[in-house]
């Protein structure tokens, strides 16, 4: 029988007691040696563990104990035995301490709030009973049970033998054995594999051999089952920097903070990393603990740390926190402040538009005196006090900086007094300034320079900014562009004119400056030198690839505004769209145009013209860089072209211009532009009389929108310019899924009369009748059905057709009203029936009537058809002279 099977016969309690002797004999167990054997099942790996607690007594079955393992250690034993990987090991080890750490947090709440109900308890009166009643009050309230505390996890420590083997094992590493070393090692692992003691061993010796990463491996199992060795984590942590595992090196840091809270050094190298990461949140919180736990004594790197704690958190924008910062180190070691932190402090303040708080800032820390008006001075707190509200700040007459103050600071002060609009003071704090040397103070000037424009005082500022373009030093592009902005302000047209050309001529890429120039020659009345200010040379179009777009965007609609519609098309198209140059070839619009959708689209072309495809359109230079537009600005662009080439009638153009948007990934990722696209696609199909791509389109707008009459007068337009037939099967089709769509029912009967279905198309008009009976041209197509009947060579009845559809036509004058279309109408259906003297009637009274619609070029207008139909009738009867007077009326050009 072998041990395994024993083990099991233990656990069903079926062991003899020479079986037990046998098991003790084979292992040959010492006082409380802890077994570890895993048995293999269906649901995985199970740990059974026999402590025997006399080994020198034959124990009985009863004897022996079962005692589960702790997890954290099993995990331990797993990876020792090879059925877990180290990396398993590590994110069952992370799981567990999770889990283990939201337990002791809901244990201390728990427990808290168990001492909260016991305060409670003792603090409630007790009732004053005596004999039974004391002994009722007993059994009605039993004692609260108080939760017993988890108790603490103590490492294991080994048995005396291990102990002893263990000594062996550090000999042979002495002797340099060490691979001996390193079985002796893991023999104490299998007998004791919770114990920390055998895995330092081993990450010493892995170390010794130059295999650093299992040394690493075993440091950090021996880690976890020390927790409190702060010394194990620093050296794994340092490892971790040496493999370039920062992260693993911030959790080992980690570790050994929580092992050592105190211990500055270590918080301090777990935030650089995290700076090193860019994880600059995580650094600041390091240093701002690390503020709290400096000693008094180390005022130098107090304040150093505050200085770089708020540089970094000035860097992520968290400008309060900065601020923050600084006004603790103001109010906790007053004695350390210096005037540099002074002017960061303000700088903080200044970045943030406030100009109340940097002057009591400096008023409290520079010795500033102030006098007011009843010739009392005042300085400090009570100086600080003053700048609180306007009402105070006007009792003050004037402010007197001391001579050691730095300038820099005393510039600081000048330009938050020009912001509090505090001009007598200022004046008298600035002329100081002008005594100073420009090329050595030139910084400090332009400042002052920048806040008089800020507050829109340009008279002010005009000559510091004169002062700094006549300098060498600050005779550069920004001065000239921050000067030519003060004279455009104060109206100064030329002169600014003059100061932007400078500006490009030292800048020539100078966005800005070009439009501010361009503009101002656009004021001055000069038209070409304002195109001339936006020009750059793009004389080939790959070249706009290398040029500023947002400069050719503004002189594409300076162009546009000057009426120079030629250069800016061109110009337009080539910003737009030259990337297309080699992509879309009329063998290609019809791939594009039968895809509804951008991803079938970009799948399509993919095929025809290879993978680099998609890449070639997203890069497009108006979207591509840092010069590149907002997406609405190359729309409305867009949208100008299209309105340009309609207004100029080149829908080929036009047409062609449309199809290529369609393939602009940026226009088709937005659902509003896409739809627009497509719809304006639609719209040059019909300009240009292209019906046969028109049809796709419009149907596809029919049928999202069935009940939209103006997507049927759409698809009735694209009918007209069709040379297919393949509307007819559309409308039928769908006619059986939208039997109720009164538009569709029109449609229908119209393609039937077209056809010459007379009797299909009269079905149709008179269920449209029966819904609408009030709409005059369901009553005129009524009647002119009723009348190709009658005047079918074959019809039967044919009196009574007539009869029928002179009804509808009277019905169909009475709803339009008597006006030249009505007259027209009802002549042509008398001229039809060969009624001529009817014809004659209705043909002369619409020559006397005007167009009911008033367009251009007399689109609208029926009297050359009117006169040419009764001339017709006259020749016809042979009263030439009558045709002869009605063409001369109104038919010659």
Not at 6 to 34: H, P, R, Y
Not at 175 to 193: D, N, T, W
Not at 230 to 241: D, G, N, S
Not at 795 to 823: D, K, P, W
């Amino acid at each position: 029988m072998d041990a395994q099977e024993i083990v099991f016969q233990c656990l069903d309690g079926n062991l003899t007691a020479e079986q037990i002797q046998q098991l003790q004999q084979m292992k040959n167990l010492t006082t409380e040696l802890l077994e570890s054997t895993y048995v293999d099942d269906e649901q995985g790996i199970q740990t059974v563990h026999i402590v025997v607690e006399n080994p020198a007594e034959p124990a009985t079955s009863s004897e022996l104990e079962v005692q589960p393992i702790d997890p954290n250690d099993e995990l331990t034993i797993k990876y020792i035995h090879g059925i877990i990987s180290f990396e398993q090991f590590m994110k069952e080890h992370s799981m567990f301490n999770k889990r283990e750490d939201a337990d002791q947090t809901i244990e201390m709440e728990e427990a808290e709030d168990n001492e909260e109900v016991e305060m409670e308890q003792e603090e409630e009166p007790k009732p004053s009973t005596s004999g039974q009643n004391e002994a009722v009050v007993k059994q009605e309230e039993p004692p609260v049970k108080k939760r017993k505390k988890r108790p603490k996890k103590m490492h294991s420590r080994l048995a005396k033998d291990l102990q002893g083997l263990m000594g062996e094992a550090n000999l042979m590493y002495a002797r340099g054995q060490h691979m001996e070393a390193i079985k002796m090692c893991m023999e104490v692992v299998r007998l004791a594999p919770t114990a920390p003691e055998p895995f330092q061993t081993l990450a010493m010796l892995y170390d010794e051999i130059g295999d650093t990463e299992k040394s690493m491996q075993f440091l950090l199992i021996a880690a976890h089952l020390m927790p409190s060795n702060a010394e194990q984590w620093m050296r794994l942590a340092e490892m971790a920097v040496d493999f370039n595992k920062l992260k693993d090196a911030i959790t080992y840091l980690s570790k050994a903070i929580k092992a050592e809270p105190g211990n500055i050094d270590l918080i301090f190298e777990r935030s650089s990393l995290h700076r090193h990461l860019d994880e600059k949140d995580k650094a600041i919180d390091g240093y701002i603990q690390i503020l709290k736990l400096l000693p008094v004594d180390a005022a130098d790197r107090y304040i150093q740390l505050v200085r770089d704690t708020a540089k970094l958190a000035h860097e992520i924008d968290k400008n309060d926190l900065a601020i923050q910062i600084i006004e603790n180190a103001f109010e906790e070691r007053p004695a350390c402040i210096t005037s540099e932190d002074v002017n960061l402090l303000v700088e903080l303040h200044m970045s943030q538009k406030e100009y109340v708080k940097p002057v009591q800032v400096i008023v409290q820390n520079c010795g500033i005196k102030l006098k007011l008006l009843r010739d009392e001075e005042i300085e400090g707190q009570t100086a600080r006090d003053i700048f609180e509200t306007k009402e105070l700040r006007e009792n003050i007459k004037s402010v007197i900086v001391p001579e050691m103050m730095p300038i820099d600071l005393q510039v600081k002060l000048v330009v938050c007094l020009i912001h509090l609009k505090m001009d007598e003071i200022v004046q008298v704090l600035v002329a100081p300034l002008f005594e100073l040397s420009a090329e050595e103070y030139g910084d400090l000037f332009l400042d002052v320079s920048e806040a008089y424009m800020e507050e829109d005082q340009f008279k002010e500022a005009k000559p510091i900014l004169a002062t700094l373009v006549n300098s060498q030093t600050y005779n550069l592009a920004a001065v000239w562009n921050t000067y030519g902005e003060c004279l455009n302000a104060m109206g100064e047209l030329q002169n600014a004119a003059e100061a932007f050309k400078h500006v490009v001529e030292l800048a020539p890429i100078h966005f800005n400056a070009r439009v501010q120039l361009s503009t101002i020659q656009q004021r001055l009345g000069k038209p070409e030198e304002a195109l001339n200010a936006l020009t750059q040379d793009i004389s080939k179009p790959q070249e706009i690839i290398g040029q500023d777009i947002r400069l050719l965007h503004q002189r594409c609609l300076l162009l546009h505004s000057q009426g120079k519609y030629s250069e800016f098309l061109e110009l337009a198209k080539k910003m737009l769209f030259s990337h297309f140059k080699e992509i879309l070839n009329p063998q290609h619009i019809a791939v594009v145009l039968s895809y509804r959708t951008q991803k079938h689209r970009s799948l399509a072309l993919r095929q025809m013209l290879g993978s680099d495809v998609h890449s070639v359109l997203k890069d497009a230079p108006c979207f591509d860089g840092t010069n590149a537009l907002p997406l609405d600005d190359v729309w409305e662009l867009y949208l100008k072209v299209c309105n340009t080439l309609c207004d100029l009638d080149r829908y080929q153009e036009f047409e062609e211009l449309a199809i290529t948007a369609l393939t602009v990934p940026q226009f088709m990722d937005d659902s509003s532009k896409s739809k627009e696209a497509e719809f304006i696609c639609l719209i040059s199909f019909i300009l240009n009389k292209n019906g046969n791509y028109a049809f796709n389109f419009v149907k596809e707008y029919c049928m999202k929108e069935i009940d939209n009459n103006r997507a049927w007068n759409l698809f009735n337009q694209v009918i007209h310019i069709s040379d297919h037939q393949r509307h007819n099967r559309f409308l039928m089709r769908y006619m059986l899924k939208a039997t109720d769509n009164l538009p569709l029912g029109i449609l229908n009967g119209h393609q039937s009369m077209i056809n010459g279905n007379y009797k299909y198309a009269l079905a149709e008009y008179i269920a449209a009748y029966r819904r609408i009976p009030k709409d005059p041209l369901i009553s005129l197509c009524i009647g002119l059905s009723f009348i190709y009947l009658a005047s079918a060579k074959f019809s039967m009845r044919r009196h009574f057709l007539v009869i029928q559809g002179c009804a509808f036509l009277n019905q169909y004058m009475q709803l339009r009203g008597e006006c030249q279309e009505s007259c027209f109408n009802l002549g042509r259906a008398m001229h039809q029936l060969s009624l001529f003297h009817a014809a004659v009637y209705f043909y002369e009274k619409g020559l006397t009537l005007s167009p009911c619609i008033e367009g251009e070029d007399g689109v609208f207008d029926l009297t050359k058809e009117l006169a040419f139909n009764l001339c017709r009738i006259y020749q016809s009867s042979n009263s030439d002279d009558m045709a002869r007077m009605i063409m001369e009326k109104y038919l010659v050009v």
